[in-house]
């Protein structure tokens, strides 16, 4: 087996071991990215030479047994949506091709300061507005299972990345399901924590309210290891909460016995493919077998979440996007006669899926229809919040599906916006009220198309969440599974 078929948690222990260095581990990721990701094209930046200097250093840091952590040395992709000092940052947008931030965001310096090594940038719908990675401006990423089909998205590049053994785990950042959809479609572990566990400080803004930024794995230990590095309270960001901060793998193992779970019946509706409603009802039929008890549950506002999220989120990347106007932000197309035609060709550099978004945004806060379209998107969420306050007065997790179908094929949504939008249903709800979700692997469709299982916990209970997460994973026989490349 390849160092590259390893989990995380693995390759950390072979190094602690003295069995591999990490310039070894770090030359077989580069090498297997030369050969494999040209097909995938999960990566827009690769940085060899900076990996392998990060490595060398990990390699001296070990040899020292100074500040080593379990993370010292083992490789790992970002999102190209989060800073890091020095390398490209392009939101995958036209707009940013050639931006180098001068500063890690929280979660870069947290990874370097426990000695990681960054790979590279992974591709992503342009500023992370999107469920299949193809409204990037560099190119889609396809789909490791069947290369014919999206990867999810926005954090396609990161979800197929972590599939296809291009790194052992990833970063991405969850919108209204950009961490969860991905990775169900590409049959990863991908853990969206509770707004404010992880600092958004030097996340390119898309939704402020609703961006969070989390772990993408083969594996829920990964998860929980992973989010030990990058959780935590940061001054920096004035959205962080300051609660404490637990050890996620302790525990892990703690089993689900005794544990109440709520499967709300909103979330099993028509439309839905048959495979994937009847494969999550088995992954919440095992969960019982390990001894949770499983009671139906409702969460009534579920109908309207998607319109409530496709105004907050629009109104906000409007706002967030007002600065790329070549003048304080961003590329500026050159030779303009007046400052009216340099606005128009800059912001021409915006991709249609990023233009649709600024303008439905922009409406919805114009005069005259704040009122009826984004004041009321607020009340909404906070009826949809309600709902989740009120189940989890009965119940300790929800288990529901991740998407209503499969990967679709590439294409197959482009030209339907509403379609694609639909995509996300079962997600965005849990972004409008801030809670924390994990999509585990639970299956496959006839066509041998992952399909994902979405546990629900409340605020700040990531170590319950992944607790579950680990006792299903560890009986269903789907870790760590991957597309023969």
């Known amino acids: 087996m390849s160092v590259c078929d390893k989990s995380a948690l693995e390759i950390s222990e072979m190094l602690a071991a003295g069995q591999i260095s990490s310039v070894e581990v770090t030359?077989?990721?580069?090498?297997?990215?030369a050969t494999v990701d040209p097909g995938i094209h999960a990566y827009l930046h690769i940085c060899p030479e900076t990996a392998l200097t990060q490595a060398r250093q990990a390699d001296e840091r070990r040899a020292?047994?100074?500040g080593v952590t379990a993370v010292t040395g083992v490789p790992i992709a970002l999102k190209d949506n989060i800073c890091a000092r020095g390398l490209r940052t392009t939101c995958a947008s036209r707009m940013l091709e050639n931006f180098r931030p001068p500063y890690d965001a929280t979660v870069t310096a947290r990874l370097r300061n426990a000695g990681a090594v960054i790979l590279g940038k992974?591709?992503?719908d342009e500023f992370a507005m999107g469920s299949s990675t193809e409204n990037s401006g560099f190119g889609p990423t396809l789909n490791p299972w069947d290369t014919e089909r999206i990867p999810g998205g926005s954090s396609g590049g990161s979800g197929a990345a972590v599939a296809a053994a291009l790194a052992p785990w990833a970063l991405g950042?969850?919108?209204?399901?950009s961490i969860r959809q991905p990775a169900a479609h590409c049959g990863v572990v991908g853990l969206k924590p509770t707004y404010g566990r992880v600092s958004r400080y030097g996340l390119v803004a898309y939704g402020s309210s609703l961006d969070q930024i989390g772990p993408m794995t083969i594996d829920v230990k990964d998860a929980a290891l992973l989010l030990n590095v990058i959780a935590g309270h940061d001054p920096m960001d004035s959205t962080s909460h300051d609660v404490p901060t637990p050890d996620f793998l302790e525990g892990i193992d703690g089993g689900v016995?005794?544990?109440r779970i709520g499967m709300p019946k909103e979330y099993f509706t028509e439309g839905m493919d048959p495979e994937v409603e009847q494969t999550v009802h088995a992954a919440i039929a095992a969960l019982k077998n390990l001894g949770a008890e499983v009671h139906e549950i409702s969460?009534?506002?579920?109908r309207y979440a998607i319109a409530a999220y496709y105004v907050s989120a629009t109104a906000e990347a409007s706002s967030?996007?007002?600065r790329y106007d070549g003048v304080q932000y961003g590329e500026r197309e050159p030779d303009c006669k007046n400052i009216i035609e340099m606005y128009t060709k800059t912001r021409a550099r915006f991709g249609d899926e990023v233009k649709r978004r600024i303008m439905l945004g922009t409406y919805a806060l114009s005069a005259g229809f704040y009122d009826a379209y984004y004041l009321k998107s607020l009340k909404v969420r906070t009826l949809i919040q309600k709902d989740f306050l009120n189940a989890f007065e009965s119940v300790d997790l929800i288990a529901a599906p991740v998407t209503p179908t499969p990967a679709f094929r590439l294409g197959e949504n482009t030209d339907d916006p509403l379609s694609m939008y639909l995509a996300?249903?079962?997600?965005?709800?849990?972004?409008?009220?801030g809670y924390a979700g994990v999509s585990v692997p639970c299956g496959f469709s006839s066509n041998h198309l992952p399909i994902g299982l979405q546990l629900i916990s409340p605020a700040f209970e990531e170590a319950r969440l992944l607790r579950a997460a680990y006792a299903y994973e560890a009986t269903a026989g789907f870790k760590g599974l991957r597309p023969v490349r």
């Open 27 to 33: 030359q077989a990721y580069l090498d297997r990215i």
């Open 64 to 66: 020292q047994g100074d």
């Open 122 to 124: 992974t591709n992503l």
């Open 173 to 177: 950042s969850d919108t209204g399901g």
């Open 257 to 259: 016995a005794g544990m």
């Open 299 to 302: 969460l009534p506002h579920t």
């Open 320 to 322: 967030n996007l007002a």
């Open 424 to 433: 996300d249903v079962f997600t965005v709800s849990l972004n409008l009220a």
